[in-house]
């Protein structure tokens, strides 16, 4: 690794030039301003130009632009929508790791993301107890080394790209010495979000590190799919990493199957598989993304119907207590 020099690169830039206020937003896209705008200041508005670059301009109901806009609906209580709707507050072990699932271990490397997902389930999460130093990294890799039923690190977040390359290579190479990891798993926005964040120097990262490299892509709808994410997927692949794609449900965004088969075919485009369909998670302030579980099944059977089975991914939904993801029953409500 000595030939890595940890340079101040372009993405950083990119990342603080994020516009986090609502008029800036408004005018990049050739929207009137509202008389009313909603600016909370936990989770505020942020996003980078990359990501505002792949919106229609002058359409107040783009998919991506949904995604991200504070919404009034966010600060209205919903009963059944909560804090911490998985139950994740229990098993959260030390500092930094949560470990839900007997075979993957999931630490999150950092709080900040370079976007802010107004449907995220982990908007309320306590990342300020819970971001581990360097001396956590040692006793989390202890942790990890102890229980030989671990064979897989996720590392998530926030965004665990949203640590600079000297730091992740810290993680790498502290995962890269545990026998019992077979995989490391990332778990990431960024690609989708500001593809330059995939430089040479973490292209180098994970091609030098003996594990399986699996990175799995959020992307919620096929306008987010460009030939900028294009190419960097194209990079990775040819460096063995594997590429899967996770998705949430969200209305205004995917709810409509045309939407999802347009995804699944331009993620297989740009050599990403779909791997799952989350139902939304009951966090607080999301209630508005959220949809009627009969009407998710029924767009789920006509995915089946129009979609190669490879294309489709697993519908799933995040249950505290669970010792998986849970399979939605979809012949509670068989095809019409
Ligand atoms: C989603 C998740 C995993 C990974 O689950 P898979 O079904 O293997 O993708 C592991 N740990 C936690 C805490 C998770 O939320
Ligand atoms: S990138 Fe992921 S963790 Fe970050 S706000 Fe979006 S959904 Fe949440």
Not at 265 to 288: E, Q, W
């Amino acid at each position: 690794m000595n030939d890595i020099f940890f340079n101040e690169p372009n993405w950083q830039k990119e990342l603080s030039g994020a516009v986090s206020d609502v008029a800036s937003l408004y005018q990049l896209l050739e929207l009137p301003l509202p008389e009313q705008v909603y600016t909370p200041n936990k989770f505020p508005l942020r996003v980078p130009h990359a990501f505002i670059n792949k919106m229609k301009k002058g359409d107040p109901n783009d998919p991506l632009l949904r995604q991200i806009l504070p919404d009034i609906a966010e600060s209205l209580p919903v009963a059944g929508y909560t804090a911490d709707p998985l139950g994740e507050n229990a098993h959260n072990p030390m500092k930094g790791l949560l470990h839900k699932y007997q075979s993957r271990a999931l630490i999150t490397v950092t709080g900040a993301c370079a976007v802010h997902c107004r449907y995220c389930f982990r908007q309320h999460f306590d990342y300020g107890a819970n971001l581990p130093n360097s001396q956590d990294i040692r006793q989390i890799c202890q942790y990890i080394a102890n229980d030989k039923r671990i064979n897989e690190v996720l590392l998530s977040g926030g965004d665990p790209l949203n640590i600079n390359n000297r730091r992740f290579n810290e993680w790498i190479g502290a995962l890269s010495v545990i026998d019992n990891i077979k995989t490391i798993r990332i778990h990431t926005r960024m690609p989708a979000i500001l593809p330059n964040r995939i430089d040479d120097e973490l292209i180098e990262i994970l091609a030098n590190c003996p594990k399986n490299i699996i990175m799995v892509l959020h992307i919620n709808h096929p306008n987010e799919i460009d030939d900028a994410l294009a190419q960097k997927c194209q990079i990775l692949k040819n460096h063995g990493v594997v590429l899967l794609n996770q998705s949430v449900l969200l209305k205004g965004v995917n709810d409509d199957v045309e939407t999802l088969c347009q995804l699944s075919h331009a993620l297989f485009g740009i050599g990403v598989m779909p791997y799952y369909l989350h139902v939304l998670d009951k966090v607080a302030g999301s209630a508005h993304f959220d949809l009627p579980i009969d009407r998710a099944i029924q767009i789920y059977w006509q995915l089946l119907e129009k979609l190669s089975g490879y294309l489709v991914p697993k519908l799933v939904q995040e249950m505290a207590g669970k010792p998986y993801k849970v399979p939605i029953d979809i012949y509670k409500r068989p095809p019409t």
